[in-house]
């Protein structure tokens, strides 16, 4: 049984900071591709960050510059830092990993996602 925990969410002011951690548990053979996703109500789930096990990075233009994103494979767990903070950073954020199980006879891909956690950006 895989899982993942995030933490780090809360009430920021505008141009401010968080860091959001997430750690993946369980039954774990290899990790690919995780990242982050937010959505708020009304709107589709969007990315904002997502890494591969070599360390490659994508962003939106919407977080470009202000969002990076981290891995530490040795403990399967993955960060993201948000700098400058605007108010339409508002939302939930899950994390998201591809994890590769063991299941005899075979491997089995599982596309895995947090519990989500708040980032409240406001005044």
């Known amino acids: 049984q895989v899982q993942l925990v995030e933490s780090g969410g809360g009430l920021v002011q505008p141009g401010g900071s968080l860091r959001l951690s997430c750690a993946a548990s369980g039954s774990i053979f290899s990790i690919n591709t995780m990242g982050w996703y937010r959505q708020v109500p009304g709107k589709e789930r969007e990315l904002v960050a997502a890494i591969t096990s070599g360390g490659y990075t994508n962003y939106p233009d919407s977080v470009k510059g202000r969002f990076t994103i981290s891995r530490d494979n040795a403990r399967n767990t993955v960060f993201l830092q948000m700098n400058s903070l605007k108010p339409e950073d508002t939302a939930v954020y899950y994390c998201?990993?591809?994890?590769?199980?063991?299941?005899?006879?075979?491997?089995?891909?599982?596309?895995?996602w947090g519990q989500g956690t708040l980032v409240t950006v406001s005044s």
């Open positions: 998201n990993a591809a994890i590769v199980t063991f299941e005899q006879p075979r491997y089995k891909h599982l596309e895995v």
